[in-house]
């Protein structure tokens, strides 16, 4: 039996308006090279100048991770030749990055939990891109992203499994969101993930080779990446084979690493101190600053919740792992005052129509105040929970305000008991057979067997009779 | 009256000050001398005479509607490592033989701000890489002295441009001597400021940690309205300096009565030249008279200095001149196959073979493996070389010695022989791996030939300097001596 070692290096783009080390624009999209001034082209001569902004960035997640600041913290180049790399160098950290030893906790499926360490997480300069598909013949390189901030976040090789991994992404992805330091869109590149890899025995204490599976960019395929190289590791050392230190890329259409260097080929990067950098030194003052600025962070929003709303544990973790989720959830248990009600309809039709459209709560056609008015009509007894999905869709598909809807479809609930027992009588009187076998059946089975004729009087009232009255004036009349 | 090119930058001052004489009248004799002298000395790159000579018309408007600057008109040249917007900014590289500048250095905008006039742009080993100007793309420099000899480097052309009287101011680049070194071989007076003190944005990067912009002039009070107007805090350059900027030219006149000047055992021990120590002699009983006391002092480390310099330059230049990969500016190989050929063959055809070597030993000396022993060792004896500096400066207010083992030498000599060409700068290394401000000043000529003293001081002590450069000066006549031949 073998156990996977597992380390990740997570690359989140800071949303800073300008770049770290020039006063360009950081968005994302525009015409190549429009966003690149003469330091982002490394133009003889020009200098960078760091962007303070980074640094706030920065220290909050080493503070949100309960890590050490770095006082001193210093800029290296990183050497090496390459067309998207202006400079021939990127400004990195090596020696003493900005972000020390911290921690982050994940959930595991068994419902326990899990602390990863971090080791470190430090400030560098995006590069730009390589554009290979639009000259023929010839490769473009757009600079736009050259110098965008980038936070690297590298944990210790303490995860187990892909799930782990996939976990421990969500809680930083979770952390970046909250404190607002990035936009964490990995299928913009704004969040990337490297993953180390390596198997040995299990519960040997030696470290067995590694490989390092390059910029993955979705929980997905930091599964299936992982899952794969894992099974190939397995399989190499099974044949009597030798894993080969390298670094590999996963091809998600094939599902399959493939080799992409080899530790020999590997660039030795001359790291040395940025001359044209000062050492930065954060005082306590811009610490606490920062540490004043902090949100409420995913774990202590979770406690909040469950003691606030009532509900689970498990309930308040699927709600808080999405900051603007959590807000949302939030205005409509608050608004209707109903937090179990609200916890349900989120977690059960808007994340399920979330998931499935891949869409943002930020944009969801429903909003709070409209879930909060739906769940409102509930607790009237306006609608019941058959009547409230129709008005939760037809809210989907932008058809008006909830009361407008049950007026226009006429959906408000039956509770009238005089027109229910119409309903009953007819029922009962079109389905003798039925009513004959009812009443000769035990009572243990009538109760499953009066559901048939409470589904005929739900029908018949198109949906909007009170189901507990149906059934009470049901089981009366039946049994009578 | 002697001619306009002879005054130097204060008295030329003076002259637009009194309306004696227009900024178009100043800058068409020296755009005249230069298109006369500039074949046979090869100081200046680019002559930019249409430019100048709108920026004089311009000047001399805005002197007679009163919204000039005290320095309006007047004329400087700058070294091609500075960026000029809209003209070919070199660096005496083939590979930058085809880059103009989108833009303007700080220093070349403060110029502007001020009101002078470019003349145009000045040789350079290339890179800023060597102490004789055989290392410019553009072809040597000549030393106006004796064209047989050279002009020292990297700012050969700026020492010779002021020498010659081809510009009365010229901004040079110092990072082991690149400034002081070729100021002795001329007979012209140059300051290389305190790390941090000018700006470096738009000055083409060499060794990023060593380099510092200055200027070579006649005397120490033209540097002193010079430095004026180039020195001062620059946001776009992190490591420059929130120092306050001082008027340099107030405290010339100030008197050396109880300053102490502390000189180096290590600079006059048995190696040194007899007809140098005899100089050297002469400028020390001057300053005594002028009321310094002398004390001799020990930098214990100074001797490390070069090697460490070899270790430290070479290994920022190496990455400092990535950026010039045929990509984005600068020269381009032909036809390139793919990216590894086009840095190759783009690299190996546009620099030249100094700068090359540097970029090699710049690479050894960071390499895995090689690190701790080359480039951390060096920053190690970089850091006692400060110390050393410091302790003596704790006492002293200036340190004194000669700027150069001897007088300028032959073209070609030293060509064949890279590290007695290091040897030039064994005076001046220390002071750009202390991050010193030092001046070269003229001296008594050694055999016809021009010969400097170099006098550091304490960090942003520049009017330390200066004052005490201006007082030799008032009593000396060395820097008076002109070239004879041009």
Known sequence: MYEAVIGLEVHVQLSTDSKIFSGSSTNFGAEPNTQASLIDLGMPGVLPVPNAKAFEMAVKFGLAIDAEIGQESIFDRKNYFYPDLPKGYQISQFDKPIVGPGRVTISLEDGTTKTINVTRAHLEEDAGKSVHDAFDGMTGVDLNRAGTPLLEIVSEPELRSAKEAVAYLKVIHSIIRYLDISDGNMAEGSMRCDCNVSIRPKGSDTLGTRTEIKNVNSFRFVEKAINTEINRQIEILEDAGRVIQETRLYDPDKDETRSMRSKEEANDYRYFPDPDLLPVVLDEAFISTCRDALPELPEARKTRYVSEYGITDYDAGVLVADRDVADYFAEVADTSGEGKLAANWVMGSVLADLNQTGGSITDFAVTAKQLSDLIARIKDNTLNSKTAKTVFDALLASEGEVDAIIESKGLVQMTDTGAIEAIVDEVIAENPDQVANYRAAPDEKQGKMLGFFVGQVMKKSQGKANPQAVNQILSAKLSG | ?486
């Open chain 2, 1 to 486: 009256m002697s001619q306009i090119t002879d005054l130097s930058f204060s008295e030329l001052k003076q002259s637009l000050n009194d309306r004696t004489l227009s900024s178009v009248e100043i800058t068409s004799a020296f755009l005249d001398r230069i298109e006369s002298l500039n074949p046979t000395l090869n100081a200046f790159i680019t002559i930019t005479r249409d430019e100048a000579m709108q920026s004089a018309k311009d000047a001399d408007a805005a002197i007679s509607q009163g919204s000039a600057t005290p320095y309006t008109g007047l004329p400087i040249a700058h070294k091609d490592l500075f960026c000029t917007d809209g003209t070919l900014t070199s660096c005496g590289s083939k590979i930058l033989s085809n880059f103009v500048a989108p833009y303007d250095a700080h220093v070349v905008s403060q110029c502007k701000t001020a009101g002078l006039v470019s003349l145009g742009k000045l040789n350079m080993d290339e890179f800023a890489m060597g102490s004789s100007n055989e290392n410019s793309y553009y072809g040597p420099v000549k030393n106006p002295w004796d064209t047989t000899r050279v002009p020292g480097g990297s700012s050969g052309g700026s020492a010779a441009a002021v020498a010659a009287r081809l510009t009365p101011l010229a901004t040079a680049t110092d990072t082991g001597g690149s400034i002081r070194q070729p100021a002795a071989f001329t007979g012209t007076s140059g300051l290389k400021p305190t790390y941090g003190r000018v700006s470096r944005f738009g000055m083409i990067a060499y060794a990023s940690s060593l380099d510092q912009g200055g200027l070579i002039a006649h005397t120490a009070q033209d540097i002193a309205h010079g430095l004026r107007m180039i020195a001062g805090h620059d946001s776009r350059d992190s490591t420059s300096a929130r120092e306050p900027v001082p008027d340099y030219t107030q405290t010339l006149d100030e008197s050396l009565q109880g300053k102490v000047i502390g000189i180096p055992k290590q600079f006059f021990d048995d190696r040194l030249d007899s007809a140098m120590r005899q100089a050297m002699d002469e400028v020390l009983e001057v300053l005594r008279s002028l009321g310094a006391t002398t004390t001799e002092v020990s930098l214990d480390h100074v001797a490390e200095a070069i090697p460490a310099y070899y270790v430290i330059a070479p290994a920022e230049a190496s990455s400092n001149l990535s950026r010039f990969d045929g990509v984005r500016f600068g020269y381009r190989a032909d036809s390139p196959t793919d990216p590894m050929d086009l840095y190759e063959r783009s690299r190996g055809e546009g620099f030249g073979s100094e700068v090359k070597r540097r970029i090699l030993i710049g690479t050894y000396a960071l390499s895995e493996g090689y690190y701790d022993a080359y480039y951390k060792k060096a920053q190690q004896i970089r850091r006692l070389i400060r110390d050393d500096f410091n302790r003596a400066l704790g006492h002293c207010d200036l340190l004194f010695g000669p700027t150069t083992p001897s007088t300028a030498f032959v073209l070609g000599e030293k060509t064949a022989d890279p590290v007695a060409m290091y040897l030039e700068d064994i005076y001046t290394v220390a002071t750009n791996m202390a991050g010193l401000p030092g001046g070269s000043f003229q001296a008594p000529l050694i055999n016809g030939l021009p010969t400097g003293y170099q006098l550091t001081g304490r960090a942003f002590g520049e009017s330390m300097i200066l004052n005490a450069a201006h007082q030799v000066q008032m009593v000396t006549d060395w820097h008076l001596q002109r070239p004879e031949g041009v």
